[in-house]
Every structure is written in C-alpha cells, then in structure tokens.
C-alpha cells in the first residue's frame, strides 16, 4: 500500500514495519526505531506503491506525535501526488494536553508516527512545511521593508510619516540586490 524512507537514515520501510490499528490507520513506534532520539529524524519521504489505487477524493495524511502530545498533520500523498518528502517538526514532549499516566513497569512513552486514509478535502493541505516557509518567506520580506521605511520615517504627533514614493525606492533596491547577489534570496527562505 505504502512505504516510507527517512532520508540517509533508513532503507525503505514498508507497511508491515507499521502496526495497523484498523483498516485505514497504521503507527509507527518511533522508540523501535531509533529510541529517545526521535526528534534527530527531522524529515520522511512517504510513497504509494505501484499497485496500490487510492481513490482520486482520498489522500494518505501524515502525522507525528511526540511523547504526551496530540498528533500534529505534517503532509498527504494522493493517487496525483504519490510521493513527497515531509518536514518532521517535532513538538515539545507534553506540550499538549495528553496526560501521561504510566504504571511504573511500563515502557517509556515514545514518539510515533501515524499514516491515515482520509477524506482529499478535509485536509488543510498537502504539504504543511510548504506553506509555513512561504509563511516565513512572506514575514522575512515585511521585516525587511519596515526595517528600509523606519530610517526614513519621522514623527506628526501620534503617526508615522514616510515619503509618498518609500515603497518604490524599497523595490528597486530590494531587486537591485537581488540581481546583485543571487544568495540574498535565499536567506529570506530558510
């Protein structure tokens, strides 16, 4: 049905590496597979295999959970989009309101990874690392032209005042750099 791969850290994982908890939703216990350090494995390739169909309003969805944390969504495959490299963004153990009752022979509580078959729509999009580094891209680009508009900006009373043209003059010079110096771009990436 699927497989998994974390990039130089494993050989492909099949669906039998997985506990199936019913017929659409499967755990992967992170402790049997490298422990406590869980949070040092920072993406995961998630694949369909070639004779699986999953029906085109369905998506195979991502999720991880560390240790007294609720699940977090992290990405999906669909039958347009078999395969994808997902970021892996770990919570703070116990950052949720999970409680953690243990008997004390009990093993640790570790991190898990869970797979899930669900509805293409209900999910909030396929690839969250993506949106949040357009998101950190949008900020770092904000920052930068409020940073260029305060050194040109006085005071009237309780207003700010810039020059009426401070947005083209930042532009210009924003792209100026840019054909400048072809790393500049990639430090408003991360």
Known sequence: MFGVVFPNRS????????????????????????GESYDSIREICIFLLNNFTL?????????IQSPGS?????????????????SLPWPEPGSGSVPQLTAPDAPPLSAKIGVSVE???ALPSLDVAAERKIERLALKVGENLFNFMQSF??????KL????????RWFKKFQERA???????????L
């Open 11 to 34: 050989f492909p994982l099949d669906i039998s590496t997985f506990t199936q908890i019913d017929s659409t939703h499967w755990l992967l216990d992170m402790n049997h597979f490298v």
């Open 55 to 63: 029906p085109p309003d369905k998506a195979l969805a991502l999720y």
């Open 153 to 158: 900006c006085g005071v009237d009373g309780s």
């Open 179 to 189: 054909k400048r110096d072809p790393e500049y771009l990639k430090g408003f990436a």
């Open 161 to 168: 005042v810039v020059p009426m043209d401070i947005l083209d």
């Open 70 to 86: 609720p699940f977090l969504f992290c990405g999906a495959v669909t039958i347009s989009r078999p395969s994808a490299v997902l």
């Open 119 to 121: 509805d293409l729509a």
